[in-house]
C-alpha cells in the first residue's frame, strides 16, 4: 500500500472557468494553497468537488492535475515535506460503471482510490451483502490499489459498523477513511476497534476535531478546511504541545463553522475568488443559477478577515 500521511485534508472545491469547464489551471493554484497552508493532503474528489456533476473524464482530469501538482511542489521541498492526495469519483449505482470510476482514479495517480459506503444496491443492504458487493467491485481494480471509505451524506449516509471495520482490518488494503458520523463517542469506539490495523481514520467534523484527535484520529478532512486550513494545521501540530491554546482554538473553530451555513461552496468560491485570486467563476453545478448573497458575501468576509487575526495570534506565517 502507499503511505497515507496523517493531518489535514481539505475537501476541495471544483473551480470553473467563465464558460463553466473546468478550471484546471485554479486546481493547480488551489492546491498550492492548500500546500502552503500546511496542509498533509487533499481529498481531491468528493462532494465539496461537486463530483455527482462532473464528467468522469473531469474527475479524472482534477486527480491527475492535483497529484502532479502536489508531487511538483514536493519536489522543489527540501525538507522531504509530501502531500497525499486521496480522491474518490465513485458516484454510479452500476457495478461495472463503479469499476470504470475507480480504475480512472486509480490511472490518474490517487494515493488512495476512495469508495463511497452507500454505493451498494440497495443502500441499506446487510453489511454481509455490502461486503461481497464491494468485494466484487475490489476484485477489479489493481492489486496495488490503496482503498479509502467515504460516509457521502449523499444520497443517503451509510455510516460504516464494526462488522465492516471487521472487513476492512481483515482485507488489509485500506488506509483512509473520512469519518462523518459528527458523533464524539462513536468516533472515539471506532478509533478503539482500528487501533493497531494501521488504517487511519479522519474526522470530517469541525466541531470535534480536538476531542477525537486526542482520541487518536489521524486528522481531519472537512469543509471548513477551505476556510481556514492553517488554523487545522495549527490544532494538528501544537494539541499536545499547547494544549491550553488548543482548546482555544477548537472554540473559534466551533463558531466559525456558522459560515458551513451560507451557500457553501459558493461562499468558499467567493472567497478564493476575490481575496485569494483563484478561479473565474464563483459558480456550482448543483445550483448553477444562485448566486451568493450580499448577506452571505459580508459574514464569510468577516470570518476571513477573523481567520487572519487568529493565524496572527497563533504565530502562522
Given at each position: 500500500?502507499?503511505?497515507?500521511n ?7 472545491i ?15 493554484a488551489?492546491?498550492?494553497w492548500?500546500?502552503?497552508?500546511g ?6 474528489v ?6 455527482f ?10 486527480t491527475?492535475v492535483?497529484k ?25 449505482d ?16 490517487a494515493?488512495?482510490?476512495v ?5 451498494t444496491n ?14 466484487s ?9 490503496t482503498l ?19 472487513w ?7 488506509s ?7 458523533d ?17 481514520l ?17 486528522g481531519?478532512?472537512?469543509v471548513m ?9 495549527w ?22 463553522c456558522?459560515?458551513?451555513?451560507m ?21 456550482s ?21 477573523l481567520?487572519k ?6 504565530g502562522?506565517?
Open positions: 500500500m502507499k503511505h497515507i496523517s493531518g489535514v485534508y481539505p475537501t476541495m471544483t473551480p470553473y472557468n467563465k464558460d463553466g469547464s473546468v478550471d484546471l489551471g485554479g486546481a493547480e488551489l492546491t498550492e492548500y500546500w502552503n497552508k496542509c498533509h493532503g487533499i481529498f481531491a468528493c462532494m465539496s468537488s461537486e463530483m456533476r462532473l464528467t468522469l473524464e473531469e474527475r479524472s482530469a482534477l491527475r492535483v502532479n501538482k502536489a508531487d511538483a511542489l514536493a519536489a522543489k521541498d527540501k525538507s522531504g515535506r509530501t502531500m497525499s492526495i486521496v480522491a474518490s469519483g465513485h458516484i454510479s452500476n457495478r461495472e460503471d463503479q469499476i470504470r470510476e475507480l480504475n480512472a482514479i486509480y490511472d490518474a495517480g494515493d488512495s482510490v469508495l463511497i459506503t452507500n454505493r440497495p443502500i441499506q443492504c446487510s453489511d454481509e451483502e455490502w461486503i461481497a458487493q464491494t468485494e467491485v475490489i476484485a477489479e481494480l489493481p492489486d496495488d490499489v479509502g471509505f467515504y460516509e457521502c451524506p449523499i444520497p443517503q449516509k451509510r455510516l460504516i459498523s464494526d462488522r465492516m471495520m471487521d476492512m482490518k481483515d482485507f488489509g488494503k485500506v483512509f477513511i473520512k469519518d462523518t458520523c459528527c464524539e463517542k462513536l468516533i472515539a469506539h471506532r478509533l478503539e476497534y482500528l487501533k493497531g490495523s494501521g488504517i487511519k479522519f474526522n470530517a467534523n469541525a466541531q470535534t476535531v480536538l476531542p477525537t484527535l486526542k482520541n487518536g484520529a489521524a481531519f478532512s472537512g478546511g477551505n476556510f481556514n486550513p492553517e488554523i487545522f494545521v490544532l494538528y501540530e501544537n494539541f499536545e504541545k499547547d494544549p491550553a491554546r488548543a482548546e482555544m482554538v477548537q472554540n473559534y473553530l466551533c463558531a466559525s456558522a459560515v458551513e451555513y451557500q457553501y461552496p459558493l461562499c468558499v468560491k467567493h472567497l478564493m475568488k476575490e481575496k485569494e485570486g483563484i478561479g473565474e467563476l464563483i459558480r453545478r448543483m445550483s448553477p443559477d444562485s448566486e451568493i448573497s450580499e448577506y452571505n458575501k459580508y459574514c464569510v468576509e468577516r470570518c476571513y478577515d481567520n487575526e487568529v493565524a496572527k495570534a497563533l502562522i506565517q
